[in-house]
């Protein structure tokens, strides 16, 4: 039981936030590929391989960052640092769930196929860029943000064109921006850790870097909109988007406490979800 309980925390089952984000930029690309309607076939797939990859994730970055995690407060608990579970045993976890994604691909065209493949290869070194890049969370975005929209899309059109790649774009910036949030939690710790985090290099102008960030992913969205021809949802939404994260980029000027930095990263997932309401409005579909 203790083993059990101690799986569920490596892969955060008990904190969904992390698939959910993962799998809005996927709905972002599902919807603008099959105009407003999806297969549910493919939202099931989208949405199951969100959590498959989001827990082999964790589970990679828990065995390469074990000994950080010991010096971090908010992580020294967790299964691998605490002794609750075994390195092997999490490396299990983790080939479990790889070998869980992979099945999925069947399902997939083979470009979309070779998207995946770039994307997991990105999640599994993910965990060594905070070692010595200045941005890891630049670096996150490939896979959390950017990785499943371009597969939604070569798999709804059959091949990579610019609004697919924009949209793409778009969920890399916006998986930037809502981690350096999340990484606010960490800030006194990676310091002392020796840590590198966009947080730590930013400093004082963290609020202009979360707005840049946001700014940059409404722009890459917008224009995968307007190459579409989406000109009466969609543009609002965008401006509802970088609205709410120009909010959050003022909150964190004003000086947002390390101890609210959490909820303001999970409202990321209500602001993502703006965005594929104004795709969704775009066509005259029913649900």
Known sequence: MKTGTAVLDLIRFRRPIGSVLLFIPAL?????????SPPFGMLLLFAVGSFFMRSAGCAINDILDRKIDLEVSRTKERPIPSGRLSVFSAWAVFGVFVLLSVSLLAFLNPLSRLIAVFGFATTAIYPLMKRFMPIPQLFMGIPFGMTAPLMAWAQGRGHLDWPGIAIGLGGLFWATAYDLVYAIADREDDIRAGVCSGVVTFGKRLWLAVFLFGTASACF??????SIGFDRFFPWAVAVFLG???WQSWKIRCGLPAGKAIPYFQAHAWIGLVVAAGIWGEFP???
């Open 28 to 36: 972002w690309g599902l919807l603008a590929a099959w105009n407003g």
């Open 244 to 246: 709410l994260i120009g």
């Open 285 to 287: 579909v029913l649900v």
């Open 221 to 226: 969205l917008w224009s995968a909109g307007a």
